[in-house]
C-alpha cells in the first residue's frame, strides 16, 4: 500500500480565502497541516497575510509555527501580535526554543516578553539565558529525566508513566543523591529489561559529557563523534543540569555554516535573521572588509605603475593581465576553500601543513602546467605584433604554473597557520587571498616578461 501524503494548499488558494474572509474555511484546511509545513506557507505569503493566518491558529500549534518560520514572517509577527499572545505562545515552546527566540529580540522588547510569560517558565529562560551566548548552556533544555541506580525497572517505568511532560526522553540519566551524572540508560535497554532488574545493572558508565561553558562548535563535535541523540550537559562539579538535542545541534551546524559562508565571501556574519537587522547594520558588518580588499587592491595598481615602462614597449603585455590574475585568484580561492573545510571538519590539523602543502604544491605544478599550454594555445591565436607573435605566448606559458604554484601556497599556509594562532581560518576569506595573489601574479608575469623579453 502506497504511503498517503498530504497535500498542501497552495499560495493562491490561501490568498482567496484570505480575500474573502473565510477564517473558518482556512482553520479547516490548516488543521491536518504539520505546523513546520504551516511556517512553510507563511513565509510564501505577504508578511501581512500571514499574521492574519498566524493569529487564526491554536496556541499549541502556533508556538510551534513561531518556531519553524522564516525570519521576514518572524519579524512581521513580533511587531504585529499581541505581547501578550506572544508570551503565551514562548509558555508553550520549550525553554530553549524560547531562549532563542529571545535572544535575536532587542534587550527591551525581550525582557517585556519575560515579564509576561509564567513565572516558572520565565525563570528557566532567564537561567538559559545568563550563560554566554555559543555556548552549551544556552541551548540547553532543564527538562531532564534523572534515574537513581538502585531502582527498579518496574520503579522507572512507573516514574517515567507519572511524567507530566518530556521532551528529552531519548536517553534516561543516572544520577547520585548530588546529581553528579554517573550512568546512562538508553530508553531501549530500559523496555528489554526484566522488572525486577536493577537500574544500575542496565546502565552505562562510559557517558560522554559536555561541559555548559562548552562552545557550540565543540558540542556539534562531540554530537556527530558518538552519533548521539542528545547530550548531557554538566556545570564544574559534574552535576547534570540539562541536555542538549540533535535537533539544536542541526541548527548550530546551520548557523555555523552561515558564519564561514560570509566570512569566505568577505563580510562579517550577521548576529540576527537577515531582515531583522537594519541596513545600516549590514552597511557597517560589510564596510570594513571592503575597505581592507579595496586597499588591497591598489597592490595590483602599484605593480602595473612599477612595470608601466614594459608595458609601453610591449602593450601585447597588457592583453594577458585579466587571464593572469584571474587564472591565479581563482586557484586560490579554490585552495583556501578547500583547506578552510578540511580544518572545520578536522580532516586538517596544525602538524599537518608540510603534508598539505607538499600535496598542494603538487596540485599546482599539474594544474599549472596544463593550464600553461593551453594558455600558450590560445595566446598564439592572438597577433601581438611584437617580433614573433609567440614570444609573449611563452611569457604566458610559463607564467600560469608559477602563479597557480604561488596561489597554491599562499592559500594553504595562511588559513593552517591562522588556525594554530587561534585565529578564525574563515577571517582569512578567498576575496583577500585573491586579491593578494592577483598582484604578487602581475608581479612574477612581469618580471619574467622582462627576462624572456630582454626589456
Known amino acids: 500500500m ?59 500549534v502556533a508556538s510551534e509555527v513561531l518556531d519553524e518560520t522564516g525570519s521576514r514572517v518572524r519579524q512581521e509577527l513580533v511587531e504585529q501580535v499581541d505581547e501578550e499572545r506572544l ?18 529580540l532587542p534587550d527591551v522588547k525581550a525582557a517585556r516578553l519575560l515579564d509576561l510569560m509564567e513565572p516558572d517558565e520565565a525563570e528557566d529562560v532567564r537561567e538559559l539565558l545568563s550563560y554566554e551566548d555559543e555556548t552549551a548552556g544556552r541551548l540547553m533544555t532543564r527538562d531532564v529525566v534523572a534515574l537513581r541506580r538502585h531502582w527498579t525497572i518496574a520503579e522507572t517505568l512507573d516514574f517515567l508513566r507519572n511524567l507530566e511532560d518530556s521532551d528529552s526522553l531519548h536517553y534516561l540519566y543516572v544520577t547520585d543523591r548530588n546529581n553528579h551524572l554517573i550512568g546512562v540508560v538508553p530508553l531501549r535497554e530500559l523496555i528489554k529489561a526484566k522488572s525486577d532488574q536493577a537500574v544500575e545493572s542496565i546502565m552505562r558508565t562510559d557517558v560522554a559529557a559536555v561541559s555548559v561553558h562548552a562552545d557550540q562548535e565543540a558540542l556539534a563535535e562531540m554530537v556527530a563523534r558518538y552519533d548521539y541523540y542528545a547530550m548531557p550537559v554538566v556545570d564544574d562539579d559534574n552535576r547534570l543540569v540539562g541536555v542538549v538535542t540533535v535537533d539544536d545541534v542541526l541548527d548550530i551546524l546551520a548557523d555555523e555554516a552561515t558564519e564561514d559562508i560570509q566570512r569566505l565571501g568577505g563580510s562579517e556574519p550577521l548576529d540576527q535573521p537577515y531582515f531583522a537587522v537594519s541596513v545600516f547594520h549590514v552597511v557597517r558588518k560589510r564596510i570594513v572588509w571592503l575597505m581592507l580588499l579595496f586597499v588591497a587592491a591598489t597592490l595590483t ?100 604554473p608559477l602563479v ?13 597557520v591562522a588556525e594554530k594562532l587561534r585565529i578564525d581560518p574563515t577571517v582569512v576569506s578567498a576575496p583577500m587571498i585573491t586579491t593578494v595573489v592577483d598582484a604578487t601574479g602581475l608581479g612574477i608575469y612581469f618580471m619574467l616578461a622582462k627576462w624572456i623579453l630582454g626589456l
Open 2 to 60: 502506497e504511503d498517503q501524503k498530504i497535500q498542501l494548499p497552495s499560495q493562491e488558494m490561501l490568498n482567496m480565502l484570505i480575500r474573502q474572509a473565510a477564517w473558518d474555511e482556512l482553520r479547516e484546511l490548516l488543521f491536518e497541516v504539520h505546523p513546520a509545513d504551516i511556517a512553510y506557507l507563511l513565509d510564501q505569503l505577504e508578511p501581512d497575510d500571514a499574521v492574519i493566518v498566524f493569529r487564526l491558529l491554536p496556541l499549541t
Open 87 to 104: 508570551a503565551d505562545l514562548l509558555d508553550e515552546l520549550p525553554m530553549d526554543d524560547a531562549a532563542e527566540f529571545l535572544e535575536d
Open 301 to 400: 595598481g602599484t605593480v602595473i605603475r612599477e612595470f608601466e615602462t614594459e608595458l609601453e614597449t610591449v602593450i601585447a603585455l597588457g592583453i594577458f593581465i585579466p587571464l593572469i590574475t584571474g587564472t591565479g585568484g581563482n586557484a586560490g580561492s579554490q585552495t583556501v576553500t578547500t583547506v578552510i573545510r578540511a580544518l572545520a571538519l578536522g580532516e586538517v590539523q596544525g602538524r599537518d601543513i608540510l603534508r598539505v602543502l607538499g600535496r598542494e604544491i603538487t596540485v599546482a605544478l599539474l594544474l599549472g602546467t596544463l593550464l600553461g599550454l593551453v594558455g600558450f594555445l590560445r595566446s598564439i591565436t592572438w597577433d601581438t605584433g611584437y617580433q614573433t607573435f609567440y614570444d609573449v605566448s611563452i611569457v604566458v606559458m610559463l607564467t600560469l
Open 404 to 416: 597557480v604554484l604561488w596561489a597554491n601556497i599562499v592559500a594553504t599556509v595562511v588559513p593552517i
